[in-house]
Nanobody
Framework: VQLQASGGGLVQAGGSLMLSCAASGRTFSRYHMGWFRQAPGKEREFVARISSSVDSTYYADSVKGRFTIFRANAKNMVYLQMNSLKPEDTAVYYC????????????????WGQGTLVTVSS
């Protein structure tokens, strides 16, 4: 599966942004999907993931209550709605896919999209 992330940009603290990730292939609904981010000078970290069946979502504590991951299997799309953005949310955001949840949990999914930069100004 190939992934194409988009939607990044510059936003003021407290603002909102929605990232999108388009996936190729006819088996998108079989993949668990996730978002990760990498801030300047830091390691890439998990942000959120959603199961293939859309029945479960998980979030990093740092974004819980502010970010929402959702997907539209009919459109081969996964989204990350980001509200109440903070300067510490500034990072390159990556979407990722894997047939298993474990690889997403441990940050080693089989498929990565290119990143999209989110910059939150104070």
């Amino acid at each position: 599966v190939q992934l194409q992330a988009s939607g990044g940009g510059l936003v003021q603290a407290g603002g909102s942004l929605m990232l999108s990730c388009a996936a190729s292939g006819r088996t998108f609904s079989r993949y668990h999907m996730g978002w990760f981010r990498q801030a300047p000078g830091k390691e890439r970290e998990f942000v959120a993931r959603i199961s293939s069946s859309v029945d479960s979502t998980y979030y990093a504590d740092s974004v819980k209550g502010r970010f929402t991951i959702f997907r539209a299997n009919a459109k081969n799309m996964v989204y990350l709605q980001m509200n109440s953005l903070k300067p510490e949310d500034t990072a390159v955001y990556y979407c990722a896919a894997d047939p298993t949840t474990d690889k997403l949990r441990f940050g080693v999914p089989d498929y990565w999209g290119q990143g999209t930069l989110v910059t939150v100004s104070s």
